[in-house]
């Protein structure tokens, strides 16, 4: 049962443009999400993360959106560059009464982006 | 600051051994993750540890198992391997609390391949 989905494989943008990837998830219970980047033979990096009393988080050129309730969130990359090309990662992490950290993260199966010269 | 150090990159291992894999994480933080990434299904969660207890645990069998030491470091080991267990296992490092500010980093993983 996969309770984050990112149902796009793939996606290639033309550089200068707008990269939008997207995630879905199930579980009324994550509250927390992030979007990890990873290269080859190199582990998941993080980008941005998004709290969900939040709609909308941003830094630098990326911006992640939160509609709660459709639960779906956005990854936008704008302008996109040829350095962005990568796997990118959603995840999303349980509320949890002790309020410690949000290590159990739930990873969506990723989006190959590649970004066209 | 040095980044999350995992031992060794690759493994060869032939199938009903055990390995073992070796994770440092980051000065200063307490908890340690695990995951395993395979084609087609993403990064999946095995376990966590916070000051040598293992506090969350994902849906593996009881072969995969996990040990952290006073010093932080982790260990993760696998008996019987079976051909399926080839993967990439990522471990990752983060403070462990307060909630909200503890995005997780990741070592560069040890690549194990079962034949």
């Known amino acids: 049962d996969q309770q984050v989905k990112q149902n796009s494989p793939s996606l290639s943008v033309q550089e200068g443009r707008i990269s939008i990837l997207n995630c879905d998830y199930t579980?009324?219970?994550?509250?927390?999400f992030l979007w990890y980047k990873k290269y080859p033979a190199e582990g998941p990096t993080f980008l941005i993360s998004i709290s969900s009393i939040k709609d909308k988080n941003e830094d630098g050129r990326f911006t992640v959106f939160l509609n709660k309730s459709a639960k779906h969130l956005s990854l936008h990359i704008v302008p996109s560059q040829p350095g962005d090309s990568a796997v990118y990662f959603c995840?999303?992490?349980?509320?949890?009464?002790?309020?410690?950290?949000?290590?159990?993260?739930?990873f969506g199966t990723g989006t190959r982006l590649t970004i066209i010269p | 600051k040095a980044g999350v150090t995992q031992t060794p990159r690759y493994l060869i291992k032939t199938r009903g051994q055990q390995v073992t894999l070796s994770c440092s994480p980051i000065?200063?933080?307490?908890?340690v993750s695990w995951y395993q990434q395979t084609p087609g299904q993403g990064l999946q969660f095995l376990f966590e540890?916070?000051?040598?207890?293992?506090?969350n645990k994902g849906n593996f069998p009881g072969r995969f198992s996990g040990r952290q030491f006073s010093n932080s470091r982790s260990e993760m080991n696998v008996s019987t391997l079976e051909l399926g267990d080839s993967a990439l296992y990522l471990c990752?490092?983060?403070?462990?609390?307060?909630?909200?500010?503890?995005?997780?980093?990741f070592g560069q993983g040890t690549r194990l391949t079962v034949v």
């Open positions: 990752a490092s983060s403070l462990g609390f307060p909630r909200g500010n503890t995005e997780a980093f």
């Open positions: 579980n009324s219970m994550f509250d927390y």
């Open positions: 540890y916070f000051s040598e207890t293992q506090r």
């Open positions: 000065s200063g933080h307490r908890s």
């Open positions: 995840a999303a992490s349980p509320l949890t009464i002790s309020n410690f950290g949000n290590e159990k993260l739930t």
